[in-house]
């Protein structure tokens, strides 16, 4: 039967249900359904296969996005997910954490009054349905070619890179500190935007491709580097930004005072169980919270303070709402739970003694652009105020911490301390040591995962020339 040419205005977007926000703030669970394939096919159908996809030049894969919404509408589940993962390795993850209302959907032709089509609720759709109907990655076709590189990093880039090495019959083997897979997946997202159960169900994926895992072992402690050159073909190196960027203001060494990322991991292993004495709790229950930043991480700290039942929760962000670097979803989400924000101020000082007791703040005007094309923020001078708070969480976002021995096997950093590699050329993403490879955050400075994935692949597929097998 021939579709409909007008069904996107037949059927309204439908984004699944969603957990009421009085209800949801009491648990550490996804807040969004899922939807069944009745409605997954519909929802599908409203994309106008446009000519020129904008949906697929703004995605940072590239994902075939329109054709797989037309084999979702034909119920061809089984196709959708082998192109769905063509260009992504992790479909379902992206599908829930992507901030697509900046990226897929914000390109969509509809996205103008009539409703841009639910990419993102579609792709997690097709994997996560795909899977318990007995879907697996289609290795038949793949010959061994004998050889072997080593990863270092379990996270997204990483994973993207054992993928499609995997696929190309290069036996990947992934070392990580962390005792699972995911780095920051697992250990820093909030299980409210991606249940760890997603991430291990992953890994089954990863390891029924021939993907072998080495986990709790961190390289240059527990397994030498000049080892894993030795041992193997080539290195893959994604190992992340966990540096926190600091404000550079007075008060920020206070009690009370916490780095974003550490508070996130230390709830993320007390929600799984995990007992380390080297990443304490952070318990926010009944304090006054103020978080500092207004991206995506920002949001994780706001809504974990909430469920942890904090007193009140404002966010403090310089510029306005508009241009928060942040996913527009997660602020509304963030709203909806109770989180103040205060647009257009800037923190000065962490005020306290022994502990917090509040932050002075300046108002701020929007200027000039930067070099970065975005409006800078401008101090209005008289307009400072001191907002009561006894905890603060600062999330200026990460910088890249290359480890010592990086110099000792000649991998050259920039001033920044992120990776130098290869941009041009047979070999992308190849670093000053010809036999070493690196992508992701460590290379990019902290970004989105889906941008951490492409720069996985993007890296194997160099590693793959590198070794002759492409």
Same mark, same amino acid.
């Given at each position: 039967?021939?579709?409909?040419?007008?069904?996107?205005?037949?059927?309204?977007?439908?984004?699944?249900?969603?957990?009421?926000?009085?209800?949801?703030?009491?648990?550490?669970?996804?807040?969004?359904?899922?939807?069944?394939?009745?409605?997954?096919?519909?929802?599908?159908?409203?994309?106008?296969?446009?000519?020129?996809?904008? $949906?697929?030049?703004? $995605?940072?894969?590239?994902?075939?996005?329109?054709?797989?919404?037309?084999?979702?509408?034909?119920?061809?589940?089984?196709?959708?997910?082998?192109?769905?993962? /063509?260009?992504?390795?992790?479909?379902?993850?992206?599908?829930?954490?992507?901030? /697509?209302?900046?990226?897929?959907?914000?390109?969509?032709?509809?996205?103008?009054?009539?409703?841009?089509?639910?990419?993102?609720?579609?792709?997690?759709?097709?994997?996560?349905?795909?899977?318990?109907?007995?879907?697996?990655?289609?290795?038949?076709?793949?010959?061994?070619?004998?050889?072997?590189?080593?990863?270092?990093?379990?996270?997204?880039?990483?994973?993207?890179?054992?993928?499609?090495?995997?696929?190309?019959?290069?036996?990947?083997?992934?070392?990580?500190?962390?005792?699972?897979?995911?780095?920051?997946?697992?250990?820093?997202?909030?299980?409210?935007?991606?249940?760890?159960?997603?991430?291990?169900?992953?890994?089954?994926?990863?390891?029924?491709?021939?993907?072998?895992?080495?986990?709790?072992?961190?390289?240059?402690?527990?397994?030498?580097?000049?080892?894993?050159?030795?041992?193997?073909?080539?290195?893959?190196?994604?190992?992340?930004?966990?540096?926190?960027?600091?404000?550079?203001?007075?008060?920020?060494?206070?009690?009370?005072?916490?780095?974003?990322?550490?508070?996130?991991?230390?709830?993320?292993?007390?929600?799984?169980?995990?007992?380390?004495?080297?990443?304490?709790?952070?318990?926010?229950?009944?304090?006054?919270?103020?978080?500092?930043?207004?991206?995506?991480?920002?949001?994780? $700290?706001?809504?974990?303070?909430?469920?942890?039942?904090?007193?009140?929760?404002? $966010?403090?962000?310089?510029?306005?709402?508009?241009?928060?670097?942040?996913?527009?979803?997660?602020?509304?989400?963030?709203?909806?739970?109770?989180?103040?924000?205060?647009?257009?101020? /800037?923190?000065?000082?962490?005020?306290?003694?022994?502990?917090?007791?509040?932050?002075?703040?300046?108002?701020?005007?929007?200027?000039?652009?930067?070099?970065?094309?975005?409006?800078?923020?401008?101090?209005?001078?008289?307009?400072?105020?001191?907002?009561?708070?006894?905890?603060?969480?600062?999330?200026?976002?990460?910088?890249?911490?290359?480890?010592?021995?990086?110099?000792?096997?000649?991998?050259?950093?920039?001033?920044?301390?992120?990776?130098?590699?290869?941009?041009?050329?047979?070999?992308?993403?190849?670093?000053?040591?010809?036999?070493?490879?690196?992508?992701?955050?460590?290379?990019?400075?902290?970004?989105?995962?889906?941008?951490?994935?492409?720069?996985?692949?993007?890296?194997?597929?160099?590693?793959?020339?590198?070794?002759?097998?492409?």
């Amino acid at each position: 039967m021939a579709k409909h040419p007008l069904q996107f205005l037949e059927i309204p977007r439908r984004d699944p249900d969603k957990e009421a926000a009085e209800t949801r703030i009491l648990h550490f669970g996804e807040i969004y359904g899922q939807y069944d394939g009745a409605s997954a096919g519909a929802q599908a159908g409203r994309c106008l296969s446009c000519g020129n996809p904008y $949906c697929e030049w703004k $995605c940072p894969v590239h994902n075939y996005i329109p054709n797989w919404l037309d084999l979702v509408e034909q119920g061809k589940l089984f196709e959708a997910a082998e192109l769905s993962h /063509q260009t992504n390795s992790l479909p379902e993850i992206c599908g829930r954490i992507c901030p /697509q209302d900046r990226l897929c959907e914000g390109a969509c032709t509809l996205n103008d009054g009539i409703g841009a089509v639910s990419i993102g609720n579609v792709e997690k759709y097709i994997t996560d349905e795909a899977v318990k109907l007995g879907w697996r990655p289609d290795m038949s076709q793949v010959i061994d070619t004998g050889k072997t590189v080593a990863i270092v990093g379990a996270g997204p880039a990483g994973l993207a890179a054992a993928d499609v090495l995997a696929r190309n019959g290069i036996h990947a083997v992934v070392y990580d500190a962390y005792p699972e897979i995911g780095g920051l997946l697992t250990y820093g997202i909030p299980p409210f935007k991606l249940e760890k159960h997603v991430v291990t169900t992953r890994r089954r994926l990863l390891e029924g491709m021939g993907i072998e895992f080495v986990l709790g072992t961190r390289i240059g402690e527990h397994r030498s580097f000049d080892s894993l050159l030795d041992e193997y073909d080539a290195v893959f190196l994604g190992m992340g930004a966990y540096t926190s960027v600091r404000g550079g203001f007075p008060g920020e060494d206070l009690a009370g005072v916490h780095e974003a990322l550490p508070y996130l991991v230390a709830n993320v292993y007390r929600e799984l169980g995990t007992d380390d004495p080297s990443v304490p709790y952070v318990d926010l229950a009944g304090r006054d919270v103020v978080v500092l930043g207004g991206g995506d991480t920002g949001m994780d $700290c706001n809504r974990t303070a909430i469920r942890q039942g904090a007193a009140s929760v404002r $966010c403090v962000y310089r510029r306005d709402e508009r241009n928060m670097p942040g996913s527009r979803r997660e602020v509304r989400n963030s709203k909806e739970e109770g989180v103040e924000f205060l647009f257009n101020w /800037q923190p000065l000082e962490i005020l306290g003694d022994s502990g917090v007791t509040g932050v002075r703040v300046i108002r701020t005007q929007l200027g000039d652009p930067g070099r970065d094309g975005r409006r800078r923020p401008e101090p209005v001078p008289g307009t400072e105020e001191t907002l009561a708070a006894d905890a603060v969480v600062i999330a200026f976002g990460f910088r890249p911490n290359p480890p010592a021995w990086f110099e000792e096997f000649s991998i050259e950093t920039l001033p920044s301390g992120r990776v130098r590699v290869a941009s041009l050329g047979d070999f992308p993403f190849q670093t000053t040591n010809p036999k070493v490879f690196a992508g992701g955050d460590m290379v990019r400075g902290s970004d989105l995962v889906v941008t951490a994935v492409f720069e996985g692949r993007e890296a194997a597929r160099g590693i793959a020339r590198y070794l002759g097998v492409l």
